[in-house]
């Protein structure tokens, strides 16, 4: 029972810690979800697919924007934001390691996962391959036996 309620505990206090960066995320979904986005909760974590799940949806300007988007899917706090369900089943593992970070670092990864890459920019290295989060998230899905993890730029 003291288990229990303490771990519920440290939920609670990583939810909070990662908020701002949750309520970020809330207000790119909530637009997205105005232009016919779709939601799910998995894992504790609200997925925004921005692709139209309707055929008659599927040939319109906003599914050739969404094509441009320079990411598969991408997480702010505990919203996760994909191009489509697909990218979100498939990098779900992966996302979930950002969702630690966030609920690790808070608001300061707003500002530490750019500056990563701005390090590894600077000494000549890939700002995303090279990025310490982004490394972190494929050690994590290597160690966890997905093949496929990690081996596209599809994400940030
Ligand atoms: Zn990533």
Known sequence: MMAKSSNYFRRLL???WASPCT???LTFALSALVFGASWRK?????EISLAPERRWLK????????????????????VIIG????????????????????EHWGALFLAA???????????????YWDNHFERQARQYDELNHAPHAGKTPVDK
């Open 42 to 46: 998995t894992h504790g974590n609200l």
């Open 59 to 78: 040939n319109n300007i906003r599914l050739r924007l969404i094509q441009h988007l320079p990411f598969s899917a991408i997480t702010f706090g505990h």
């Open 113 to 127: 996962y750019p500056a990563s890459s701005l390090l590894q920019w600077l000494i000549g290295k890939q700002p």
């Open 83 to 102: 191009k489509n369900r697909k990218a979100l089943d498939y990098l779900r593992a992966h996302e979930q390691v950002h969702v630690r970070q966030y």
């Open 23 to 25: 309520l970020l995320g």
């Open 14 to 16: 990583a939810y909070l």
